[in-house]
């Protein structure tokens, strides 16, 4: 209520009790259609996330030269991981039939995405995520399919690092929760480290730090604020506890608490 507080506050300067009334009138006016203006924002930026994932999503499918059925599949499963509703899905369908066209605008759709959303980094690596899952989901990412994720993630001002980190996380959280009964795989530790951003030499400090860091940015509350849509909440959700498996793995290594 910031804004009926200060009208009425200049109401009153203004006009005594009478400019109070009216003043915090206008403020809850003005407020309302505040209000109005920034929902119709966020619900028209995660309507173009979702626009922007499938597309680019059809354009990597096609990036080896051939769409396969396996990626067709893949594709509607992760409508059904997102529970788009029958309208969502028609379009989702269309970005992504879109994306597949020889003269899809792979540049200018990151562009105008990361010029509406201004969503910063955790924001664009979900949306990165997401593509990966996709095109990894038969167990391999094909050079071109890999060649075209670094450059949509320089696109939004990330790099291949950013794209490695985001396969680390994957393959960290591949097997599942840390087993207390036994060691942790050397690969699947290794990952874990590249998913946070360091290397087996980083102390117990900067490991807590960079994991808090990473648990703060992806939060859901945060990223769904920056115009994640609210059927992605889940994906959100699904990072933070990749997170947590990958840190997980390192206290056990490493048996810190």
């Known amino acids: 209520m910031p804004l009926i507080f200060v009208c009425a506050l200049i109401g009153f300067s203004l006009a005594g009790p009478v400019g109070l009334v009216v003043g915090a009138a206008i403020g809850y006016v003005l ?12 619900q028209g930026l995660q309507s173009q996330f979702l626009d922007t994932t499938f597309a680019v999503m ?9 769409v396969t059925h396996d990626e067709i599949r893949v594709t509607e499963e992760v409508f059904e991981r997102l529970q788009l509703s029958a309208e969502q899905r028609q379009a989702a369908r269309a970005a992504f039939t879109r994306g597949k066209a020889p003269e899809f605008d792979l540049d200018a759709a990151v562009d105008a995405f990361v010029q509406s959303a201004q969503g910063g980094t955790a924001l664009y690596q979900l949306f990165l995520q997401l593509q990966l899952s996709a095109v990894a989901a038969d167990g391999q990412v094909h050079p071109a399919e890999h060649a075209m994720l670094v450059r949509v993630a320089r696109r939004m001002g990330l790099g291949e690092g950013d794209v490695a980190r985001l396969e680390a996380v994957l393959r960290a959280a591949a097997g599942g929760p840390a087993s207390a009964s036994a060691p942790p795989p050397r690969q699947r530790l290794d990952a874990a480290y590249a998913a946070l951003g360091l290397t087996p030499a980083a102390s117990e400090s900067e490991l807590k730090q960079a994991y808090r860091k990473l648990m703060r940015e992806n939060h859901p509350d945060r990223l769904t604020a920056k115009g994640l849509p609210e059927n992605m909440r889940a994906l959100a959700e699904e990072r933070a506890r990749e997170i947590n498996v990958a840190y997980d793995l390192i206290k056990q290594d490493r048996q810190f608490s």
Do not use: E, F, Q, Y
């Open 31 to 42: 407020s309302t259609v505040a209000a109005s203006t920034t929902l119709r924002g966020l």
């Open 58 to 66: 059809g354009a990597l499918s096609k990036a080896d030269g051939v």
